[in-house]
Every structure is written in structure tokens, then in C-alpha cells.
């Protein structure tokens, strides 16, 4: 090997073969920036506003996967999601539907809690004050009955506490004043339900909770939307059930449970399509939402905002993680606003 000698070395300090080093810079001025440094792409904006509610990012937990909030707290950072939805709330307590009650499934799971809860007196006493202690924290309260009194006497109860930013109604339930008619499966039933809680909630914004399980999907999220609603949030689980070969038996107590999770997402994606495109009021999707490229397709396909649900079970951590996701999706694909999203399906 060939070396430089001493001499050499000292007299010649610029030779070619040597490193390039760089100027310095003189005093007071800053160093020139260098070519190779890659170029910073602007953090995007993921602010939403919808219905008078204020976002920090599109990324919701959805009501019954999340508990009351707090219950999270040591697991997720809070204040870094969109927001969340609490348990439904009724007037009373409820204990829910007996074991089995959870069944997991091929891409998704059954569930048939039961709507239990500690009722919304409770809530307002015990868990709401915990919550406030959190910053920037967007509540949402799930609310559900079994007669227009019932959505009334939670919402009023609610009405008492301080910091929640609006109600979701769960339609899903059967009034049991009409002969057990599901409240999401008529219009009229439908319309005079949201008349009621809408003029409980006063100056908060309503969601109303959509089914699945219904005929036409445009035709009730129109008669929500003409009884006041301020929002809609869809879907809610399909009806479904699992029967166990060996045994001949159900494998939920009741029978008969709501399927959730990635399995649904395909049809939940075309109902919350045909909903955004069937009203004027914001909608808010859910239904097997488990990455950051699942909430961009139900932005793209009309949704303001979405919920993660089923994904909690598998990974507490799940709504967190889809919100850095959210996030180095808009910068790879040079996203500034993420509401430039909302309804920019390209159809030929």
C-alpha cells in the first residue's frame, strides 16, 4: 500500500484525494444547508370540525370498545385522539346479557353485552370528573333506551355534567312501548326519537347511531337528518350468530349477536357511501377500521370522521396507533389537510 509521508501531509492539506471539508461559516451567519439533507415535508393539518365539534385529528374510539375513557388512561395517551365515545349510558344501571356474551370470528367477533353500564348518574358523579382532568379531551356520550322518556331522562341527567362535547344516539334498540320495534329500523319511530332527544341535548350536538340492519340506508340517515339531527355515525353491528357443531348450541347466550370488525368493513364503506351522499349533515364511519388506510377509504368515501372499534379488543393501543398512521400517510402522499379528503372518491 502506497502512503504519504509525513511531510507530505502537512504541506498539502487541500489535496484532491483528501475529504472535502466544509467552509465555516462565519460569525453570525448560519451554516449554507447541504444538498444531501433530505427535504422536510410541512407536519399535514389533521383538524376537523364537524357540527360544532373541534377535532384534533378524524381518529374517534368507538362507544362499547372503550369503556368510560379513563379506564384507558395508562394505556393510551387520551388527549392525542380525535376523541371518544363512551359505553351507552341509560338512566339505570343495567347488568347486560349473562355469559357467553363474546365470541370472536373469522375477521371479526359477535358481541352481546347487553348495553351494560353504571347508568348516566353514575357516570356524571364518578366518571366524568376524572375525565375533566384531562386536557383537550373531546367526549361523546352513547345514549340509549327503551322509550322516548327513557333518551330523554339520560340526556337531562347528562345535561348536568360539565365538558361533555355531544351525545351519540344508539337507535339500535327495541321500544318496548311498540311492541319491540327497533327505533333504527322505521322513519317515523326514527324521527320522533331524535325530535325528543334532540330538544333533551338543547345547545349539544346530536349524532344519531344508524343500523345496518335496515332496507335503505339513504332512506334513514334523510329522516334523521329532517328531524334535527346534527350528525349520523354508521353503522352500528349487522345481525349475526355462530352455532357450535358440537355441541348443537348457540355459541352466545342470547343467540342471535352483533357482528363487528374487519369483516364488515366492505359493506359498512358502501353504507357510509350512500349516506354521505344522501344528506347534508357530516357523517361520521365505522365498521372494521383497523389501519391508517381504512379511515383515508371512508374519508375518500364521504365520512368526516371515523370510528375504531373492534380494534381496541386486539390492541388497547390500536386508536393511537392509527393516528401516527393517519399521519405518515398525509406526508408520504403530500396531504396538507386531511378534510380535503372527505368525499374525494375519484368515479369515472
Known sequence: MKQNSPATEVKQPEAKSAAPVPAKPAAGKPAPSSSATPARHPVPGLHIEFAGISLKNPVIAASGTFGYGIEFEDIVNLPKLG???TKGLSPEP?????P????ETAAGMLNSIGL???????FVDEKLPLLR????LVIICNVFGYTRQDYEKAIRILNEGEGIAAYELNVSCPNTAQGGIIFGSDPVMLEEVVVSAKNAAGSRPLIVKLSPNVTSIPRMARAAENAGADALSLVNTFV???IDAETRQPRISNITAGLSGPAIKP???RMVYEAAHSVDIPVIGMGGIATAEDVIEFMLAGAAAVQVGTANYFDPCATEKIVDGVRSWCIEHRVERISDLIGALKVE
Not at 94 to 98: D, L, T
Open 100 to 103: 357467553p356474551r363474546i365470541f
Open 116 to 122: 351494560q353500564n353504571i347508568g348516566a348518574r353514575a
Open 267 to 269: 359493506i359498512a364503506l
Open 83 to 85: 376523541g371518544f365515545v
Open 133 to 136: 382532568k384531562k386536557k383537550n
Open 240 to 242: 349475526a350468530m355462530s
Open 94 to 98: 343495567m347488568a347486560g346479557n349473562p
